[in-house]
Structures are given as C-alpha cells and as structure tokens.
C-alpha cells in the first residue's frame, strides 16, 4: 500500500504474508484497526511502515504460532514522531520470534514491544528489539525478548535517544525453561545523549529447572548528560 500524501486504515490481514504501507509525503495512522500477518501454520509475514511524517498504530502483529518464524516489523518515520499500542513478533511452539526496529527522527512511545519465544517444551529463539530518536525521548512500557525455551536465547535490545529514555515495566531477555539446557540471555544496552534513563526492572539471566544453564546478557547503561534510576 503507497500514497503520496497521509495513509488511514482499518484492519488489515495477510496471514503469513508481508504488509508494506509507504506514504511519501504525509503520515501513517492505522489505529483504527489491526495489522496482522500471524500464521498458525509457518512464518508470520514481515511488516514495514514507512513515513517521513507520523507514525500511529494500535496492534500489528506478527507471530508465528506453531512452526517457522515470526516476521519482522519495521518502522521508519524520517520527520516525525513514532506512537504504537502492543507491537508483537513473538512466537508459540516451537518458532522463532523476529526482529522489531523502530526508527523515528522525533519521539518514539509504545505500550508494548515483544519478540519473545513463548512457551516451554520446544526450541526457538527470541527476536531482537532495536529503538532510535534522533532529537527526542524513547517512552516504552514493555519490552519482552525473552525466550521460554530449550537451548533459546534471549533477543538483544537496544535503545538509543537524544532526550531520554523511559521503560515504565520491565525490559526482559533472559533465558529461562522448566527442563533441559537454556541457551543465553540476550543483551541490554541504553543510551542516551542529553536526558535521562529509568527502567523499573531489567532482567537478562538464565535459569533451567533441570540441565545447563547458558550465560547472563551484558547490561549497559550510558546517560551522557542526566541519571540513571
């Protein structure tokens, strides 16, 4: 889906196949619906937004189920502000969860950002959470990469912004499964130039009720010009 100007819509389903919404010239507002690629069946379908204005969503989703691999979701605003509801490329089973990389020139806020490996019993890794602002603040109130899995690793997530950095909850990416071995926690690395970081939990252990368990994720926490809390 492209346009020159402002892009407006409902829901929107492709079950294990891609979504791309391009504006060239406007903004991008889907909170009016649902956009949805999960399959039951093998991969999720990758989704992308793309804007040189606002980004609005409610839910996109991504998961894959049952087999295979989540899709990714990318969001790109190249002017203004990123605003989403629950943004999820986790997985179920025995798949693998995706990649989410929100890009914004302005701020960045979501209720909820996972990637995780849900459920225990099969293998599967998490995706990887990347954020950016280059002139404002990144304003989250979940971010969940862990994975639940036989020999699963945790996703890496990274948030970097010029004002400021706040995850109201909990950031996670540890590596955690009732039996067997666990693979590693993912890393956490925040940055920011001139404001403030606060996080209320950040996890990135292992544990395994039976088995081996893999290595803890590196935390990194870097406020150039405020406080870390």
Do not use: E, M, W
Request: aromatic residues 2%; without cysteine; hydrophobic residues 30%.
């Amino acid at each position: 889906l492209k346009a020159n100007q402002n892009i407006v819509t409902g829901n929107i389903t492709n079950p294990g196949r891609s979504i791309a919404i391009d504006s060239t010239n406007g903004s991008i507002d889907t909170t009016k619906g649902t956009i949805d690629t999960i399959s039951t069946t093998g991969n999720g379908g990758n989704i992308t937004l793309t804007s040189p204005g606002n980004i609005n969503t409610s839910i996109v989703q991504s998961r894959a189920d049952n087999t295979g691999t989540s899709g990714s979701i990318t969001f790109t605003s190249n002017a203004g502000t990123i605003t989403s509801g629950i943004v999820d490329a986790s997985s179920r089973n025995t798949a693998n969860g995706n990649n989410v990389n929100i890009k914004a020139s302005d701020s960045v806020s979501a209720i909820n950002v996972t990637t995780a490996a849900f459920l225990s019993g099969g293998s599967g890794n998490a995706g990887s959470v990347t954020i950016s602002s280059n002139t404002g603040t990144i304003d989250i109130g979940l971010i969940d990469a862990r994975s639940n899995r036989i020999n699963g690793n945790g996703g890496a997530v990274t948030l970097n912004s010029a004002k400021g950095i706040t995850v109201a909850t909990d950031i996670l990416t540890y590596a955690d499964t009732a039996t067997g071995n666990t693979g590693n926690a993912g890393p956490i690395n925040l940055t920011t130039t001139n404001g403030n970081i606060s996080a209320n939990n950040v996890f990135s252990s292992t544990l395994t009720g039976s088995g081996n368990a893999g290595n803890a994720g590196k935390i990194t926490a870097t406020a150039t010009q405020g406080d870390i809390t």
